[in-house]
């Protein structure tokens, strides 16, 4: 499974915006490349996903390198309820993409 | 739609006893999965079944976690017997298969889970 890579902890202030990193320099042509969320004593959330353009919807941003070894989370901006851990997964289209991994995340701090 | 259930909520047993964890997830999915996290390993995969078939159980610890799926609206994961160590927030997710991996995963709010 392609393996990504996050940095364990950022902080933030609040109504600002927030990128959050990810590098997934093994990626193969067909992952997908895609954002969990998990708030304190919650089941993760899905947050957005992508695969080669980058994508907008109403929670974030997904900015995607030319050579998709790397991607962004963008939070235009933090607030308090978005304190939480941020997962990057890449998800093939085979079948073993199924398989979802989760590695460690980015714990997000956001201070008032 | 009511999301992914899972139940109990929370769940406290002796080592030694049967625990039996349950999922209903989304009507319609195909996928279900089942996932435990703790603070040391993080979220682990445990299996993932597909049209109620177990596809892929590399992830279940040994031999006394057990999991099945008689119907496409629930599932178990069963612990037998249960020790100390299993102490931890089991979650189920399922997902639809559409135009290849971009389905998302929808997640339960999870079984906490303590083995005394």
């Known amino acids: 499974d392609a393996k990504t890579t996050q940095p364990n902890s950022m902080e933030s202030n609040e109504e600002e915006p927030v990128h959050l990193p990810c590098n997934h320099s093994?990626?193969?042509?067909?992952?997908?490349i895609h954002w969990y969320r998990q708030l304190p004593s919650q089941g993760p959330e899905y947050v957005i996903h992508?695969?080669?353009s980058n994508v907008n919807n109403r929670m974030a941003s997904l900015a995607i390198a030319e050579d998709r070894k790397s991607s962004t989370l963008i939070l235009h901006r933090a607030t308090l309820r978005d304190a939480a851990v941020y997962y990057c997964i890449l998800r093939g289209a085979n079948t073993g993409g199924f398989k979802t991994i989760f590695g460690a995340g980015t714990r997000l701090f956001v201070k008032a | 739609d009511a999301g992914v259930i899972q139940s109990p909520r929370h769940e406290v047993t002796e080592m030694g006893q049967e625990v039996t964890l349950r999922c209903k997830p989304i009507?319609?999915?195909?996928?279900l999965f089942w996932y435990r996290q703790t603070m040391m390993r993080g979220l682990e995969l445990l299996i993932y079944?597909?049209?109620?078939?177990?596809?892929?159980d590399s992830g279940m610890p040994e031999d006394r976690f057990s999991a099945k799926m008689p119907n496409a609206s629930f599932s178990t994961l069963k612990i037998q017997p249960s020790e100390p160590r299993d102490s931890a927030v089991y979650f189920c997710?399922?997902?639809?298969?559409?135009?290849?991996?971009?389905?998302?995963?929808?997640f339960g709010s999870g079984t906490q889970l303590s083995v005394l």
């Open positions: 009507s319609g999915h195909d996928y």
């Open positions: 997710a399922s997902s639809i298969r559409v135009e290849g991996s971009n389905e998302k995963l929808f």
């Open positions: 992508g695969l080669t």
């Open positions: 093994t990626i193969s042509g067909t992952d997908y």
């Open positions: 079944f597909n049209n109620n078939v177990p596809i892929d």
